[in-house]
């Protein structure tokens, strides 16, 4: 198959390394105390130079987003961002000021150098790895900052200038940890920070976590527990003024998130580093997720592609469906008569869904039920058109 280029203008860049797993962690990760910023930026700098050539991806003059996700970003250091910026620029892509330029962090290693540094070259947006304010949770997880740690850090970001913070947080924790999931809500919204991300605890097989529940030391993930705490989430969230737009996404007005609206809108971008996944429709690649794997076949001029798959009519259906489903925005609603707008009425009904100005949108209540609804209403006559 012939596929013409895809111009993208949001660019993912992965940096592998942590300084510990948390329990629950099935990321792309490797431990490691501090992160290795002269490897990662060479490895980052030969993918891109592989995309250029390839051609898969053309890449813009000016990019719109930039994503350095993790792993811990932080933990590469105060001088990690203004390499990124050299390298891309290198290859004739720049960051000018007004792209949303996001970088994660983790409290511990977020102090005032290196949030000054981040800020100097680019970065507008942090997003800070929170979880709780509970020491007891915070320890089980495996985190390595105390609950004082994400207040240190946002007083870091917000004095170099970096006023627009996402703070991630994780419910579904086990209730025996104790933790208050009121008092960490109210000790959220007390922030005042522009945008939320909510977590919900997943227990992955090939983890700490999986292990432990798999030979009966910890509990399953508690459904009801979980669901609780999403809809009691969105309820205190919402009440303070941000807008759920999102399954896991709160925002004040114009605080929503760029980059991650390429992702939900099914348009092109570009990933970089282990296990980065890039989308240039109907391709999507993605990398070697071992961080070693991946740099030494760059480092042997080979590309660190592990796999490629071209994403059909009928599975793009599906996924735009999935993806405006999980935003406020919705989708389009279905043909009037058809047997996929009786579902939608139906969910309506039992108060999952939302039908108004012609879009479905669905309530915190069908959100927790996403996968499911988005698979029925796929299966239904006259849900979808792809070119809408
Ligand atoms: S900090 Fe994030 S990426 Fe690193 S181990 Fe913990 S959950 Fe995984």
Do not use: K
């Not at 203004?82 to 720049?94: F, H, I, K, N, S």
């Not at 580093?273 to 076949?297: F, I, K, L, M, Q």
């Amino acid at each position: 198959m012939i596929v013409s280029p895809a111009q993208v203008g949001s660019v993912y860049v992965h940096a592998p390394f942590c300084a510990r797993r948390c329990v629950y962690c099935d990321f792309a990760v490797t431990v490691r105390r501090t992160g290795d910023v002269d490897a990662w930026l060479e490895a980052i700098a030969a993918e891109l130079a592989f995309v250029v050539r390839e051609g898969l991806f053309t890449l813009p003059s000016s990019l719109d987003t930039l994503y350095v996700g993790g792993g811990t970003p932080s933990l590469l250091g105060a001088s990690a961002m203004t390499g990124l910026v050299e390298l891309l620029e290198a290859e004739g892509v720049g960051v000018p000021a007004g792209v949303e330029w996001t970088a994660e962090a983790n409290p511990e290693s977020l102090d005032a150098v290196v949030s000054a540094a981040w800020s100097r070259a680019g970065v507008n947006r942090l997003s800070l790895g929170l979880q709780t304010f509970h020491e007891p949770s915070l320890r089980w997880m495996g985190r390595l900052h105390g609950p004082d740690g994400p207040l240190r850090a946002l007083d870091a970001a917000r004095a170099s200038g970096i006023e627009d913070v996402s703070v991630d947080l994780i419910f579904g924790l086990p209730a025996r940890l104790g933790r208050s999931w009121e008092d960490d809500l109210e000790r959220v919204v007390a922030l005042d920070v522009p945008h939320v991300s909510l977590y919900g605890l997943t227990v992955e097989p090939r983890t700490a976590l999986g292990r432990a529940v798999r030979d009966g030391r910890e509990p399953a993930v508690d459904e009801d527990r979980y669901a609780r705490e999403f809809l009691r989430a969105s309820e205190v969230l919402t009440t303070a003024g941000y807008e759920h737009y999102e399954v896991s996404s709160f925002a004040r007005p114009g605080f929503r998130a760029r980059h991650n609206a390429v992702y939900w809108s099914g348009a092109p971008y570009l990933g970089l580093g282990n296990g980065a996944h890039g989308y240039a429709p109907p391709v999507r690649r993605w990398n070697e997720r071992d961080w070693e794997t991946y740099r030494s076949r760059l480092a042997a001029g080979h590309s660190p592609e592990a796999e490629r798959e071209t994403v059909d009519d009928e599975a793009r259906r599906l996924e735009r469906i999935w993806l405006g489903l999980r935003t406020s925005d919705g989708i389009p609603a279905p043909a009037p008569g058809s047997s996929a707008e009786l579902l939608v009425r139906r969910w309506a009904d039992d108060g999952l869904a939302r039908v108004e100005a012609e879009r479905v949108r669905l309530t915190p209540a069908g959100w927790l039920t996403l996968d499911t609804l988005a698979v029925e209403l796929d299966a239904r006559d006259g849900a979808f058109d792809l070119r809408s």
